[in-house]
């Protein structure tokens, strides 16, 4: 009997566990992000005016700040691209970049990245199923653009991104007829990556297979 209570209050205390830990990873890695961006000139600033700003010399205290500052920064750049002028610098900024060719070419394919999750591709849903691994199953993608081959064929670059860190992934190019489209927006299907499969309901509103 108590065997079978403490393997009862083991699973549950799992159980419990297993979403705090999901979001605290996620939430760890976002933070983690953030702070690295301005965490070495942070760093250097105070250690450059240690009479000044001593009392900051704590990784406990610089991580958080550098994660503040991001968000304000990020906040400022938001506001300024929605505004003429800040549109305006954002151009000149690009010029600039046309004439590195490697920053070009990542800045260029980050950007498109970016506008193609916000809009739906022409003829085909951005979140759809394809089978990956195998022909047996299915997995998540997202469409970046549709294509034709050399015969008129149209495909599809689908990325298959891992869970629960969705960072890492696959491109796959898949024949368009072979995709199956679902009606869950990129939101949703984030939430399903992240949460690996727990917020997905008991019965999906699209077909898992392709019908004949």
Known sequence: ???????????????????LWLTWIVFKWIFALLSEVNLPWITALV???PDTLGH??????LSPLAFLITLVL????GFAASRVLGQRVLAIFERLIEHIPIAHSIYGGAKKLMAMLQNKPGGTQRVVLIAFPSPQLRTIGFVTRVFEDADGVEYAAVYVPTTPNPTGGYLEIVPVTELVATDWSVDQAMAFILSV??????????????KP
Do not use: K
């Open 1 to 19: 009997m108590r065997s079978l209570h403490l393997q009862r209050y083991l699973f549950t205390g799992l159980l419990t566990i297993i979403p």
């Open 47 to 49: 250690n450059a005016y």
């Open 56 to 61: 900051l010399q704590q990784e406990w205290l």
């Open 74 to 77: 990020l906040y400022v750049v």
């Open 197 to 210: 499969g727990a917020t997905s309901p008991d019965r999906l509103p699209f077909p898992l297979a392709r």
